[in-house]
């Protein structure tokens, strides 16, 4: 059976979807966060939300976020979603991101996204307020043009890796095995543990021919 991987695909969110997402993912946010969302899906319309919207105290939690949490990021996927994405402040955010974590290798494909100068955060006064204030220090030398404390960073905003792991299943499974698509299909199948095959892989946005080498691995571990 034929199952190719859907990666550039991801499950829209604004609004309070959005809200809620970013609270299942771990941001303090004064709404119910929603169970397990997945995490490249909610890190993409984030920015999405940030840098075309200009809604830039998203944008500070998610760079936040991404501060902390960045190593348990699915770099693959979310690699493909930003390729997917025609606006160009989006893609110099995201190239940004890289430049920023410059020791993380795996997110090195997503400077290659953003042809051309660096991107002005505001829309009116970045330059008179890099030279009043200087440079977000993240973001300095980047794709990416922020003044020094336009997007506040402030790490209580966000759960730590061990509360966030006791929260979100997928991000759990991420910690132990590694941020893939593996992971997220063995994390929902011990939520679901009857899931087919198909709809393990279509929910972790995976293939088919992993989804089925994930369910007989953990078949083998549940019968123990």
């Given at each position: 059976?034929?199952?190719?991987?859907?990666?550039?695909?991801?499950?829209?969110?604004?609004?309070?979807?959005?809200?809620?997402?970013?609270?299942?993912?771990?941001?303090?946010?004064?709404?119910?966060?929603?169970?397990?969302?997945?995490?490249?899906?909610?890190?993409?319309?984030?920015?999405?939300?940030?840098?075309?919207?200009?809604?830039?105290?998203?944008?500070?939690?998610?760079?936040?976020?991404?501060?902390?949490?960045?190593?348990?990021?699915?770099?693959?996927?979310?690699?493909?979603?930003?390729?997917?994405?025609?606006?160009?402040?989006?893609?110099?955010?995201?190239?940004?991101?890289?430049?920023?974590?410059?020791?993380?290798?795996?997110?090195?494909?997503?400077?290659?996204?953003?042809?051309?100068?660096?991107?002005?955060?505001?829309?009116?006064?970045?330059?008179?307020?890099?030279?009043?204030?200087?440079?977000?220090?993240?973001?300095?030398?980047?794709?990416?043009?922020?003044?020094?404390?336009?997007?506040?960073?402030?790490?209580?905003?966000?759960?730590?890796?061990?509360?966030?792991?006791?929260?979100?299943?997928?991000?759990?499974?991420?910690?132990?095995?590694?941020?893939?698509y593996r992971a997220d299909m063995?994390?929902?199948?011990?939520?679901?543990?009857h899931l087919a095959t198909a709809?393990?892989?279509?929910?972790?946005?995976?293939?088919?021919?992993?989804?089925?080498?994930?369910r007989r691995g953990f078949a083998?571990?549940?019968?123990?």
């Open positions: 059976m034929g199952f190719s991987r859907a990666r550039e695909r991801a499950s829209a969110l604004a609004g309070d979807d959005l809200s809620a997402a970013m609270g299942g993912i771990g941001i303090n946010l004064a709404v119910a966060p929603a169970p397990n969302p997945n995490i490249e899906d909610t890190l993409l319309f984030a920015s999405i939300e940030g840098m075309e919207r200009d809604d830039l105290r998203v944008l500070a939690l998610l760079v936040t976020w991404l501060g902390i949490h960045v190593a348990w990021v699915n770099a693959d996927r979310l690699v493909a979603l930003v390729r997917a994405q025609s606006a160009i402040r989006v893609r110099a955010f995201w190239a940004a991101v890289a430049q920023w974590q410059g020791r993380d290798r795996r997110l090195a494909r997503l400077r290659r996204l953003h042809r051309g100068g660096a991107v002005d955060l505001l829309a009116v006064g970045t330059e008179f307020q890099i030279r009043k204030r200087g440079e977000d220090p993240r973001f300095r030398g980047t794709a990416l043009r922020v003044p020094a404390g336009v997007l506040r960073d402030r790490p209580a905003d966000v759960l730590s890796p061990a509360q966030l792991a006791r929260r979100h299943r997928a991000y759990r499974c991420r910690v132990i095995m590694g941020p893939s063995w994390a929902a199948l011990e939520l679901e543990p709809e393990v892989a279509r929910r972790a946005y995976g293939s088919y021919a992993t989804a089925s080498v994930v083998l571990v549940a019968s123990g």
